[in-house]
């Protein structure tokens, strides 16, 4: 559990180091790259300096987006599992495994059979690898965003979407922290806590505080 709760943490944390860094080589950026993502209050944010070329800017803003994406899906996976709703049928007949059976909480990624984490994996990495790597900057895999959204012709309107895109997915990496941690120390589900009005675990008698 405190290996997932710190992987979870570090990945988000790695996921908000990508805007740009204050290095004379950072000046080459075009005007409108540089302002995705670089919103008040903090502006351009690379405090380690990791941002040494147009490139790595624009790969870690990639990886920053896809990470957000993640997050998002993930929230949305939590509301819908807090609420019971689940698929008909086995996730593993084999092991007579339904969906209905795995827990709510982040305690159900353990009750998932290790060769099905494995498949889950396998095909992560493929789509990551093969299929969509986060190397572009607008997150258009292929999907027409631009067209659809009339990018070319309305430059503002791009850099808008793409800022609300970044900020859900930041607030969603935050959100999805937030509930696994909360969920490690008081033992309850976002529903639950919710239903309980149970929204700190200080003094309480609950948790480990």
């Known amino acids: ?18 805007p740009l860094s204050t290095k004379a080589s950072s000046l080459a950026l075009k005007a409108e790259d540089m302002s995705v993502g670089a919103m008040e209050p903090l502006g351009f944010f690379d405090p380690l300096g990791y941002i040494d070329s147009p490139e790595t800017f624009e790969r870690y ?8 994406r993640i997050a998002m899906m993930a ?3 939590v509301i819908v599992h807090n609420n019971k709703w ?28 290790k060769a099905g984490l494995a498949q889950i994996l396998v095909v992560c990495a493929l789509v990551e690898l093969a299929w969509w790597p986060a ?16 990018w070319d012709r309305e430059p503002e309107k791009k850099v808008r979407q793409q800022n609300a895109e970044l900020n859900n997915g930041r607030a969603a990496m935050m959100g999805i922290t937030g509930n696994i941690v909360a969920q490690v120390v008081t033992g309850q589900t976002f529903a639950e806590q919710a239903a309980s009005g149970h929204f700190s675990p200080f003094g309480d008698g609950q948790g480990f505080f």
């Open 1 to 18: 559990m405190k290996v997932v709760l710190i992987s979870t943490l570090l990945a988000s944390t790695n996921a908000f180091m990508s």
């Open 135 to 150: 190397r572009q900057l607008d997150g258009d895999y292929g999907i027409r965003l631009g067209k659809w959204n009339n």
């Open 86 to 113: 689940t698929f008909d049928g086995y996730l593993s007949p084999s092991a007579n495994l339904k969906f209905s059976d795995i827990n709510e909480g982040i305690g159900g990624l353990f009750q998932v059979p």
């Open 75 to 77: 929230m949305a996976g």
């Open 61 to 68: 803003r990639a990886v920053e987006r896809k990470h957000g």
